[in-house]
């Protein structure tokens, strides 16, 4: 279960694929949600390892294990709140998942070898009705 976290960026996911950004569109950035990521090269990341398993719910509730979501492709697996506080850097990391999925759905290769995944850190309000709302709406163009 090979897992990359969205902070990774965009394009370093699509790499580690063998795909590039050369040809898609940014999003549009406007000072109410506008948020620069770090300079490429100021940061290090953790080495991309197995995640841990456990119990987890679906988007019905369901009670699963979290290496059914994990297997067999590489994992962009966020660590969400739907009631962000932030009102920059929720919409940001939104919008990078909302284009890699946009890019899963042009791309193949990337729709066959990468899932996305959030996982909640409130789920006391974010229950699985409220997460199968956010799947939606990062789905929705």
């Given amino acids: 279960m090979k897992?990359?976290?969205f902070t990774l960026g965009?394009?370093?996911v699509l790499a580690s694929l063998g795909l590039t950004l050369s040809a898609q569109?940014?999003?549009p950035r406007t000072a109410d949600y506008d948020y620069d990521p770090p300079t490429p090269g100021s940061y290090t990341l953790p080495v991309i390892k197995e995640a841990a398993d456990g119990d987890v719910l679906d988007?019905?509730?369901k009670p699963r294990r979290l290496r059914e979501f994990?297997?067999?492709r590489v994992t962009v697996m966020s660590f969400i709140y739907t009631r962000c506080s932030s009102a920059k850097a929720c919409p940001y990391a939104t919008g990078v998942l909302r284009q890699l999925h946009r890019l899963s759905m042009q791309?193949?290769?990337l729709s066959?070898?990468?899932r996305l995944l959030s996982m909640s850190f409130d789920p006391?309000?974010?229950t699985p009705a409220r997460m199968a709302g956010y799947a939606d709406f990062t789905r929705s163009d």
């Fill in 70 to 72: 994990t297997r067999g």
């Fill in 25 to 27: 569109p940014q999003l």
């Fill in 107 to 109: 791309e193949a290769q």
């Fill in 10 to 12: 965009l394009p370093l």
């Fill in 124 to 126: 006391a309000n974010d």
């Fill in 112 to 114: 066959r070898e990468m």
């Fill in 59 to 61: 988007l019905r509730g």
């Fill in 3 to 5: 897992i990359a976290t």
